[in-house]
């Protein structure tokens, strides 16, 4: 097991809160450590483990929730490329956490600073979480033309969890034709986005908001460049679903 010490220093309190809801330092702290460690049991799942990748992304980094922990697993000579919209979260990582080559993305593809098929694993918690239908099938292409044939994608979504927590949340809140409509639109799409921001996010694209994902749905339009190895539900933070999948080999 590599365990290469690093000082980590933690960010501001408007970085903190955009990717972890919090400005609290601890769950901040925490919530990066727990990511990884479920990111390293997924992969063990398949038999793998951070090391047989020689270039990994985090994508959706932000000020580095995640990426502090996960270049603590790596060796000097694998590549931790972050890459986020969120260029003050990207600049911060890129001045204050040693090891990692971060880059600020675009709101939509591509990402030219990555090479195609140049990539062996990305990771990404809570990105295609957010994503309207558009943004979420451009993101996927783009990440698909990242990887190498046979390269890894784990991915977080909102499932069958949220999706009831959500429902429910809106009749206590009253909103009983708001719940209808949206379970209405799950139940018939397997597919539901609703754009709103926090007061820590305004500075995140335009589309952003929450997205949420049946299985059925994921099935029929996410393998079109990727085969689903593995489901876990409600295994990111005991909340969301986590996918790995598979970059279906490339065609001459």
């Known amino acids: 097991m590599i365990n290469i010490q690093y000082i980590d220093p933690m960010p501001p309190e408007s970085l903190r809160g955009r990717v972890s809801g919090s400005v609290d330092e601890d769950w901040f702290d925490k919530s990066g450590r727990l990511t990884v460690g479920e990111w390293s049991k997924a992969l063990a799942s398949q038999g793998m483990m951070f090391q047989d990748f020689h270039t990994i992304i985090d994508f959706g980094c ?40 971060a880059h600020a993305l675009d709101d939509l593809p591509p990402a030219q600073q990555v090479a195609s098929g140049s990539v062996d694993l990305i990771l990404s918690h809570s990105v295609f979480t957010h994503l309207p239908e558009d943004v979420q099938f451009a993101w996927l292409s783009e990440l698909a033309r990242m990887l190498k044939s046979g390269g890894l994608l784990i991915a977080s979504i909102h499932g069958a969890k949220v999706i009831d927590d959500y429902a429910r949340s809106l009749i206590e809140l009253g909103m009983n034709d708001a719940s209808a409509h949206f379970s209405a639109e799950i139940k018939a799409r397997g597919f539901f986005h609703v754009v709103g921001k926090n007061a820590f996010e305004e500075a995140l694209p335009s589309y952003y908001g929450a997205a949420f994902h049946e299985m059925p749905y994921v099935l029929e339009h996410w393998t079109k460049d990727f085969e689903i190895k593995a489901w876990f539900p409600t295994f990111a933070l005991n909340h969301q679903d986590v996918l790995i999948l598979c970059r279906r080999s490339l065609t001459i």
Do not use: F, H, M
């Not at 790596?74 to 979260?89: C, F, M, V, Y």
């Open 62 to 101: 932000g000020c580095g929730r995640a990426i502090r922990y996960l270049r603590k697993q790596i060796t000097p000579a694998q590549r931790l490329i972050g890459l986020d919209p969120d260029k003050e979260a990207t600049d911060w990582l890129a001045k204050n956490v040693s090891g990692v080559t």
